[in-house]
């Protein structure tokens, strides 16, 4: 199933929570309301007909400008041989979605790993918390905005610029 036809399938299930289809992206992907995202990913993992049983990539992107971050879901069914890529939009200053863990359980590491770096908060996640940052560390190091600390406990941070 391509798509057009995947979203024509969202949109019957789902009357809003479902946006626009880029069909055309070289990522096909479809646009999803923060709160319609954990029932959309389990229509689409449980109806015979998609069985989209693998969530290849979950990842994060700070649009600073629009003061919004995106979370992004690669979809790939092994039964069907399709894919799809949703992304969600949140606002930068509280952002927060629920939980696909449920769903994949491989999203448990992806969304640890964007709470680390971005500050998404995935509600009903089993264990949120960093990943890859140390526990103390302030701030999320993948914001546009982010400034890292000139020390971190006693230890210098500032290197010379591998780029000469």
Same mark, same amino acid.
């Given at each position: 199933?391509?798509?057009?036809?995947?979203?024509?399938? @969202?949109?019957?299930?789902?009357?809003?929570?479902?946006?626009?289809?880029?069909?055309?992206?070289?990522?096909?992907?479809?646009?999803?309301?923060?709160?319609?995202?954990?029932?959309?990913?389990?229509?689409?993992? =449980? =109806?015979?007909? @998609?069985?989209?049983?693998?969530?290849?990539?979950?990842?994060?992107?700070?649009?600073?400008?629009?003061?919004?971050?995106?979370?992004?879901?690669?979809?790939?069914?092994?039964?069907?041989?399709?894919?799809?890529?949703?992304?969600?939009?949140?606002?930068?200053?509280?952002?927060?979605?629920?939980?696909?863990?449920?769903?994949?359980?491989?999203?448990?590491?992806? #969304?640890? #790993?964007?709470? =680390?770096?971005?500050?998404?908060?995935?509600?009903?996640?089993?264990?949120?918390?960093? @990943?890859?940052?140390? #526990?103390?560390?302030?701030?999320?190091?993948?914001?546009?905005?982010?400034?890292?600390?000139? #020390?971190?406990?006693?230890?210098?941070?500032?290197?010379?610029?591998?780029?000469?």
């Amino acid at each position: 199933m391509d798509a057009t036809g995947i979203h024509e399938r @969202l949109k019957a299930r789902f009357e809003v929570g479902v946006g626009e289809c880029n069909s055309t992206a070289k990522d096909p992907c479809i646009t999803i309301d923060p709160a319609a995202i954990a029932a959309v990913c389990r229509f689409l993992h =449980d =109806d015979p007909d @998609l069985r989209f049983d693998c969530l290849s990539n979950q990842s994060g992107v700070d649009y600073k400008a629009k003061e919004q971050i995106q979370v992004v879901y690669h979809l790939y069914s092994y039964p069907h041989r399709h894919r799809i890529v949703l992304k969600v939009d949140v606002p930068r200053e509280t952002p927060a979605l629920p939980t696909v863990e449920g769903v994949w359980k491989a999203a448990n590491w992806m #969304e640890r #790993e964007i709470f =680390d770096l971005l500050g998404v908060t995935f509600d009903g996640h089993s264990d949120l918390r960093r @990943l890859l940052m140390p #526990e103390d560390w302030i701030g999320h190091p993948l914001r546009k905005d982010f400034v890292e600390p000139e #020390e971190y406990h006693g230890i210098n941070t500032s290197r010379e610029s591998l780029l000469r």
